[in-house]
């Protein structure tokens, strides 16, 4: 059995666990901003920890409260035996971009292998001591940094890696039921378990449900979709192993929470806070802008729900001899860029007529996924069916890997689980992200994402695309393009505006002050 599986005997031993010392649970969760979670002992290789915390308890005492809140969320966010997701194979399932009708065994392995290929970064215990806390382990208070990881994680996959990239390795769904599907031919029945890889797309029926949207709009369906082939992948998989190692939990990793912790330092944040989806955008803009790891990469920050076109042109074209409608894709010194739009889709709760416009911007192959999550629960979506959202849950506590190793494990960072829930129980703060590999990528982006925002029901896009830059309109400290500029966030987006007009949001409730465990 998959060991990161919901359906793990080891997560059966850990309810039984918790409910021996409620009283204990209780207390770790109500109060997390001032936790005292130290794992004294070794184990992970990652270096000493220290012997007790700032209240003197025992070392004993440290790591049964760490054991026990991670336990605590590991039962209390889903992860049980008896949870399982159903999926409609009459109405298709879209994935990053990616529509599959899963009527038939070859479109539930499409799926499966869209699904289990995102990476999931989830909490983690027993890591290195962050810096100025005797914290060992994020559980608790890190959910959004990992919702943020896992959208950076994808954008760098799409950077690094072709588009159809899959992960050879890929587990087979856990706690998942599909109607009765098709079988491919009369010697084979039906039904799950999935076939294993190996299929032409030639014997594939394309049907209009099975069209995906492009970056620029056009349709795509599955016959023109060229099958990953497995020797290919095989040969990215050092590529993929390094991404992974990015974002390890040990202070050099330079996406680990140990590096996003310390830029978070700069928006007033310290381990131990709560992180909204606006300020973590702000952190892997710095994040990615520090490292020399990662080449001809920028992250471009929206403010105040305004994209502004020449910005981004100024983030990525160094050479600044290209007008944004020159047809060139690239030029000298271009970068691909991620673009993060934090926005907030209602007042205390969703406004149902942005479900439409969140759907499709789903449907976009540019579209990277949506850090948020519902009230008190950060997640990151990455798809939806019907009327629910498709996700990628970090609330599942698992043990540090020494990612500096050769040939470290990659299970845990692959979810099997695909789970779902309504768009209405969507928190309506949230962030955005896009990406785009080139500047002929970034114009069909904006034509995309403009068709995607337009909906009868509301009279303002949820954001919009200007030409020109922030300082044209008054914005000089708000700009993200350039990098002498203050581009910390501001106390919280804007919503609901009309294009060209601007609303200082210094009067509005943050977006980040909703509380995420």
């Keep these: 059995m998959n060991s990161v599986s919901p359906s793990a005997v080891q997560y059966v031993g850990g309810v039984g666990v918790v409910c021996q010392d409620d009283t204990l649970q209780r207390e770790e969760t109500k109060r997390p901003q001032q936790p005292q979670l130290v794992d004294p002992g070794g184990g992970s290789g990652f270096g000493k920890r220290q012997g007790t915390d700032v209240g003197g308890e025992p070392d004993e005492?440290?790591?049964?409260?760490?054991?026990?809140?991670?336990?605590?969320?590991?039962?209390?966010?889903?992860?049980?035996?008896?949870?399982?997701?159903?999926?409609?194979?009459?109405s298709p399932v879209t994935v990053m971009g990616h529509s599959y009708l899963l009527n038939s065994e070859d479109e539930v392995e499409w799926f499966r292998r869209a699904f289990v290929s995102r990476l999931w970064l989830t909490y983690r215990r027993e890591f290195p001591q962050l810096e100025g806390s005797t914290l060992t382990t994020d559980c608790g208070w890190g959910c959004m940094l990992r919702s943020g990881q896992m959208l950076l994680a994808q954008g760098l996959l799409l950077h690094l890696l072709p588009r159809d990239w899959s992960w050879p390795d890929a587990q087979q769904f856990a706690d998942v039921d599909f109607e009765a599907l098709r079988p491919r031919s009369p010697s084979r029945a039906g039904g799950v378990p999935i076939p294993s890889f190996g299929y032409s797309s030639s014997s594939r029926t394309p049907t209009t449900s099975q069209k995906t949207s492009m970056p620029g709009g056009t349709a795509l369906n599955h016959t023109q979709k060229k099958r990953p082939e497995s020797g290919r992948d095989r040969q990215a998989e050092p590529l993929h192993r390094r991404v992974v190692a990015w974002f390890g939990d040990e202070p050099p990793a330079p996406f680990g929470v140990h590096q996003l912790v310390e830029l978070g330092k700069s928006s007033g944040k310290k381990a131990g806070d709560w992180y909204g989806p606006?300020?973590?955008?702000?952190?892997?803009?710095?994040?990615?802008?520090?490292?020399?790891?990662v080449h001809n990469l920028a992250v471009y920050v929206a403010q105040d729900c305004t994209v502004y076109k020449k910005d981004v042109v100024h983030l990525c074209d160094q050479s600044l001899n290209q007008s944004i409608s020159d047809?060139?894709?690239?030029?000298?010194?271009?970068?691909?860029?991620?673009?993060?739009?934090?926005?907030?889709?209602?007042?205390?709760?969703?406004?149902?007529?942005?479900?439409?416009?969140?759907?499709?911007?789903?449907?976009?192959?540019?579209?990277?996924?949506?850090?948020?999550?519902?009230?008190?629960?950060?997640?990151?979506f990455i798809g939806c069916q019907d009327e629910q959202l498709l996700y990628l849950d970090p609330h599942y506590c698992q043990g540090v890997v020494d990612v500096t190793q050769d040939n470290f494990p990659l299970e845990s960072f692959h979810c099997s689980s695909p789970r779902k829930m309504p768009f209405s129980r969507m928190d309506p703060s949230c962030t955005i992200g896009f990406y785009a590999k080139n500047k002929k990528d970034f114009e069909s982006l904006c034509s995309a994402v403009c068709v995607a925002l337009s909906s009868p029901e509301e009279k303002y896009p949820i954001f919009t695309f200007v030409e020109g830059q922030a300082q044209d309109y008054g914005l000089v400290g708000h700009s993200s393009s350039y990098p002498h500029y203050d581009t910390s966030p501001t106390p919280g987006p804007a919503h609901m505006l009309p294009q060209g007009k601007l609303s200082r949001s210094n009067n509005i409730g943050s977006s980040d002050d909703f509380v995420f465990l």
Aim: aromatic share 8%.
């Design 278 to 293: 606006s300020v973590v955008a702000h952190i892997l803009r710095k994040a990615v802008a520090k490292t020399s790891e």
């Design 327 to 380: 047809p060139e894709p690239s030029g000298p010194g271009w970068k691909s860029v991620i673009i993060l739009v934090p926005v907030r889709l209602g007042g205390d709760s969703l406004n149902p007529s942005y479900i439409k416009c969140v759907r499709n911007i789903l449907r976009l192959e540019c579209c990277i996924g949506i850090i948020g999550g519902k009230p008190k629960h950060s997640l990151f």
């Design 61 to 90: 005492v440290d790591k049964l409260k760490t054991k026990l809140m991670s336990a605590w969320n590991n039962v209390k966010y889903g992860w049980s035996v008896k949870s399982k997701t159903t999926f409609n194979k009459s």
